[in-house]
C-alpha cells in the first residue's frame, strides 16, 4: 500500500471532526468497552478529495446513512451536515489531496448483542494518500490472486452495506495475497460467481465490450458507477452480468475501480492473463478528468 504517513495513524498531526467538534487526532478516542468494536456495529466511507473538492461527497455521505440503516442505527447528522463536516475536515488540515475516511459506531452505554440505549457516534479523518497501490506496478498492471473467502449470501449478511463487519475477510484475503507477493485478491461470490476485489470493483473487456458483475451481493461502488457513466458517454457498451470464474479466459483487458484504488488495470488474476489497453487507458483518463472537473464545476457555482 503505497501512503506518505510515516507516523502511526494514531500520531499524526492535525485534525478529526468527531461528534461535531474538531479535536486534534492524537486526541480522537473512543473507550475498549465500545460496541462498535466488539460486534463491528460500524459503517464507514471512503473517499477523496481532489484539488480542495471531495469527489461525489453527496452520494458519499447518503451512502453512509443508508448502510447506518441497513444496520438498524441511525446517524444523528443530515446528509448536509456529514458534507459540511468533511469539507472542514480537509480545509482544517490543508489537505486538498486527501483521502478522508467518515466512520460511525455504536458506543460503549451497554455492551451485549442488544444495542437499543447506544450512542451513535460519528468521526471524519483525512490524510494524504496518492496511490493506494504501488504506482510502479500500477503502471503495467496489478497482479491478483484467487480468494479462498467468498462473499457473503445477502441472507447471511449485510451485503450491501458498507459495514465493518463484512471486512474481516477482505483482510485475511488482503493479507494473503500481500505474503504470496500479489496486489490483492479476487473473489467470488457464495454462488462461485465472479464478485470483486478486497476493496474494488472488477470490470472485463471483450471485443470492445465491458462487462461487470452485477452487484448483488456486493458494493455497488460509487467509482464503479461513475467508470459505467463514462463508458456510455463514449458509447462503449457495458454488459451487467453473472461472469463465472471459467470464462475469464475469453477477456483480453481487466481493471478495478474504487475511491482508493480509482481505475487500475490488472495484467494477471491466479492463471488468467491480460494485457491493460486503450479501453482500459481511456476510461483512467476519463476519471481523472472527472474528478477534476468537479473543482471547475465547483468554482462556478
Ligand atoms: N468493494 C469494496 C469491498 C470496497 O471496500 C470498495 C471501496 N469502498 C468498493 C467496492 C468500491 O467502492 P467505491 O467506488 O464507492 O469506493
Given at each position: ?18 461528534n ?41 455521505s ?29 480545509e482544517?488540515?490543508?489537505?486538498p ?5 467518515a ?47 467468498r ?7 449485510p451485503?450491501?452495506?458498507?459495514a ?60 464503479r ?50 494485457t ?9 483518463q ?16
Open positions: 500500500m503505497a501512503t506518505t504517513n510515516t507516523l502511526p495513524f494514531d500520531q499524526m498531526p492535525g485534525w478529526v471532526w468527531f461535531g467538534k474538531l479535536v486534534s487526532n492524537p486526541d480522537a478516542m473512543i473507550h475498549v468497552l465500545t460496541h462498535g468494536l466488539h460486534y463491528a456495529s460500524a459503517v464507514f466511507e471512503g473517499e477523496r478529495a481532489y484539488n480542495g473538492v471531495i469527489f461525489k461527497s453527496n452520494e458519499h447518503e451512502r453512509l446513512k443508508r448502510s447506518a440503516y441497513i444496520l438498524d442505527f441511525e446517524i444523528p447528522f443530515s446528509v448536509e451536515e456529514i458534507n459540511a463536516a468533511k469539507d472542514l475536515v480537509i482544517k488540515n490543508s489537505l489531496n486527501a483521502y478522508i475516511r466512520i460511525s459506531w455504536r458506543g460503549s452505554e451497554q455492551l451485549g448483542v442488544s444495542a437499543m440505549n447506544n450512542k451513535i457516534h460519528l468521526a471524519i479523518a483525512c490524510w494524504e494518500w496518492p496511490s493506494y497501490f504501488d504506482p510502479a506496478q500500477r503502471a503495467k498492471g496489478i497482479r491478483l490472486c484467487l480468494a479462498d473467502f462473499r457473503p449470501d445477502p441472507r447471511t449478511a451485503a450491501l452495506a458498507k465493518s463487519c463484512l471486512y474481516g475477510i477482505c483482510t485475511i484475503e488482503k493479507h494473503r495475497a500481500e505474503r504470496l507477493g500479489y496486489a490483492d485478491a479476487m473473489m467470488l461470490d457464495w454462488q462461485g460467481r465472479v464478485a470483486e476485489c478486497t476493496g474494488a470493483n472488477m470490470f472485463f473487456i471483450k471485443d470492445g465490450k465491458i462487462h461487470t458483475p452485477t452487484p448483488d451481493c456486493f458494493l455497488d461502488g460509487i467509482t458507477q461513475t467508470v459505467i457513466e463514462l463508458a456510455k458517454r463514449r458509447n462503449i457498451e457495458v454488459i451487467e452480468r453473472r461472469i463465472m470464474p471459467e470464462e475469464l479466459s475469453s477477456f483480453s483487458e481487466c481493471f478495478i475501480t474504487g475511491t482508493a484504488a480509482e481505475v487500475t488495470a490488472v495484467s494477471e488474476i491466479a492463471d488468467w492473463r491480460f491493460p489497453g486503450a479501453i482500459t487507458n481511456q476510461l483512467a476519463d476519471y481523472t478528468a472527472e474528478t477534476l472537473a468537479k473543482k471547475d464545476k465547483a468554482a462556478a457555482a
